[in-house]
């Protein structure tokens, strides 16, 4: 009876007085802090008063199922109004709220990839640049910033509303997420770290440039210098350039000229010295390391990321667990560069390395999906072409991975990872990020590989046929 009377005489809207009644209800239904949370996000959007849940722009995202970051639901119900989540109740929703039936499909978070390089290089030779791939290089800055607006909507095609880019020069990666912040183009929420540290000769430097050859730092990938206080300047200079995070080349690289790729580079005393400052000014470290001798200094070091981890051992693997290191494998970038043909061209000493590579990769990576160390989604999309970001998925589960923990990397486990709590859950107040996959990913995760069903981003659907692939 007390229910009967709640939905005749009880209003919801706004403009109405406030009801203890449905108060008490909802929050008992809700729960506490998920009802308070959804209750302030629909209030912000719903400021003018005398406006209907329908008039504010509630909108229902129906499906057969819910991946909330965490589990799997069904039905999937998701209720957005403005740039928000408010609920996943469709009775919250109002008579007349838009709803959209997505039919046999399911609804989850916007996909987040951790390890990417959206910038294009930038030669000093329009000749060099048909070395790479088409729209891979330029030979100015202005024209490599055109390019890599292609690669970050590529991603975002993908369903990936959320990237981490690890390492880029001229600062398009920087200027790319404050155009797409500004609503100037659309593409993924970008996180951009600037140029990765590098030590003298290391993965980071150009070790194929002649001394006598004039070349623009700036443009580099890699940021070089030496020594504890000379890292803690350039963390500061990155600071300056308003980076999110950190990137140091703890070791040598598959893809760098000169250097032995699985050994370390960094001292223990730089790693710490680049954390110390990165802390200080609330910049996370993620470090680029192949070779269990150079993961562990990294490790030991403090960064909060291990990216590659090529080889990595129990020992070390330990070590992450108790210090919550997170571990970004990169499946595809090894296995792009062994393609037949070589269709990446990457050159000989690269091929040769990945050869290496390969040999250690999958006995660390199955450690690690052994060992209770986090792992979150990257992918190191640039090494290959962009719209192939999707192609670890189906990899990780071969390597042994089970599909629902898959789901959590590029989700929940990522967002963690970069350290934002608006994003990677389905949850009321979390931002309208989302994407929607046909079938069941957490039966068959090769679904992820296809375009996806829907995106929206900021409760805003994409339309993802005029953007870049």
Known sequence: MEREQLSNSSCRCPHNAFSPAVFREAERTL?????LIGAAAAGAAMLLPGRSAAEAGVTVLRAARLF????MQTPGVLLISGDRIVSLRESDAG????????????IMPGLIDCHTHIADFVVPSYYMTMMFPKFRAADNVPEATIYSVRNAQAVLRNGFTTIRDVGGGAGIDLAIRDAINNGAIVGPRVFAAGQALSITGGHGDSNDVPGWVEEDPS???????????GFR??????????????????TGGVLSYGDVWDIPQFNLDEVQAVVEESTKFRRKVAAHAHG????AIAVEGGVHSVEHGTGVSEKTLQNMEQRGTYLVPTIWALDSILQPGNPNHV??????????????RNAGMQRAIASSVRIAYGTDAGVFPHKQNNKDFALMVGLGMHPIDVLRSATSNAAELIGVSDRGMLEPGKLADVVVFDGDPSRDVALLEREPAAVFTGGQRVDLTRLAS
């Open 31 to 35: 729960g506490r802090r998920s009802f």
């Open 68 to 71: 909330n970051g965490r589990t």
């Open 95 to 106: 008579s007349g709220a838009s709803v959209v039936d997505l039919g046999d499909t399911t």
């Open 219 to 229: 443009v580099r990938m890699g940021a070089v210098s030496y020594g504890p206080y």
């Open 233 to 250: 300047e350039l963390v500061r200079q990155n600071v300056k350039l308003h980076t999110d995070l950190i990137k140091i080349l703890a």
């Open 292 to 295: 269990d001798e150079g993961i």
């Open 347 to 360: 050159p000989p000493t690269g091929v040769a390395k990945a050869q290496y590579a390969a040999e250690l």
